[in-house]
């Protein structure tokens, strides 16, 4: 899902080529996009855009007329900028959205189409689309330190709940983690002062360098390679990899569709992290460290190996 840097690459890129510029149209092929009837979806046709604005990880074109045009990309959406009137690709295309200077196409290549268009009048209506979490660059660290603290959960799970911080999800609540040596299974209300303020600094280093990293590699061009894998993280996605840090290899945490990765030594004290679901399946024989890991995992290949011959 796109999270706070590749949304505000996204805005940035917008900024020139859509505001000031009139909507001419909206074309949707999405049928479970749209979901708002009343203003209709027609209504944003030929109004000016005033602005851009992100709520949470929705981006909102502002339109004459008090009108609000709000876009959430969900996990697989994403946007391309091509010329104008550019037709809506089959299969993966939902909408295109028509402006003088070019077409803003939006695809979903998943087959679950979550993505989600609305057309809000006013700005208490565009409001109530908001989840109420906090931009987490722009508090102070007292305020920060409260929303971490308001209900005891996972860090992880701190991060990524959009009632508490906006914009921060699965991928760079991970990097956050490892960049401020927390566990993602520490609990909230249990940190210490010096650990909030190292998950604070982390959490404004790492939104704020992927973004600046992100836009220096779109240049002048819009974004294209919107991912939540990325090149150069630190644990997100490299399960087994060496940690940039100490070289010990990542582990990780799957749960539903999500996974966490972290690593052991910069952030659990070498212990390993219960999977739900291998852990309920081992029991007993689930690793506690990297070494008993290693160690099992060494025994699995001379059994193999053994078996082979």
Request: charged share 25%; net charge positive.
């Amino acid at each position: 899902m796109p999270e706070y840097p590749d949304l505000t690459v996204y805005l940035r890129a917008l900024n020139p080529r859509v505001v000031g510029q009139g909507l001419e149209a909206v074309r949707v092929r999405g049928p479970a996009l749209v979901r708002t009837a009343e203003p209709p979806l027609a209504q944003a046709a030929h109004k000016q855009v005033l602005g851009l604005r992100r709520l949470g990880k929705r981006l909102v074109f502002v339109l004459e007329d008090n009108l609000f045009l709000v876009l959430h990309l969900m996990v697989a959406g994403r946007l391309h900028w091509r010329p104008p009137r550019a037709p809506v690709p089959g299969r993966i295309g939902l909408a295109a959205f028509d402006f003088p200077q070019g077409t803003l196409v939006l695809t979903e290549a998943s087959p679950k189409k979550r993505a989600q268009l609305h057309l809000m009048r006013g700005e208490e209506a565009l409001q109530s689309l908001g989840r109420g979490g906090v931009e987490p660059l722009l508090v102070s660290p007292e305020e920060f330190a409260a929303v971490v603290r308001r209900e005891n959960h996972t860090l992880k799970r701190t991060l990524t709940d959009p009632r508490l911080f906006a914009a921060i999800g699965n991928a760079y609540s991970d990097e956050i983690l490892h960049r401020a040596r927390l566990s993602p299974v520490a609990l909230s209300q249990k940190l210490e002062e010096t650990q909030l303020e190292r998950l604070r600094q982390a959490t404004h280093e790492v939104l704020r360098t992927w973004t600046e990293r992100l836009w220096a590699e779109a240049g002048d061009g819009f974004p294209e390679k919107v991912t939540a894998f990325r090149e150069g993280m630190a644990v997100h996605g490299r399960y087994r990899q060496p940690c940039p840090v100490c070289g010990s290899p990542v582990q990780r945490i799957v749960h539903a569709d999500n996974e966490t990765n972290y690593c052991p030594v910069c952030q659990t004290g070498g212990k390993l992290l219960a999977d739900r679901s291998l852990s309920r399946l081992l029991k007993e024989d689930w690793p506690r460290t990297l070494e008993e890991l290693e160690e099992s995992r060494a025994a699995t290949r001379a059994r193999m190996t053994g078996a082979t011959r």
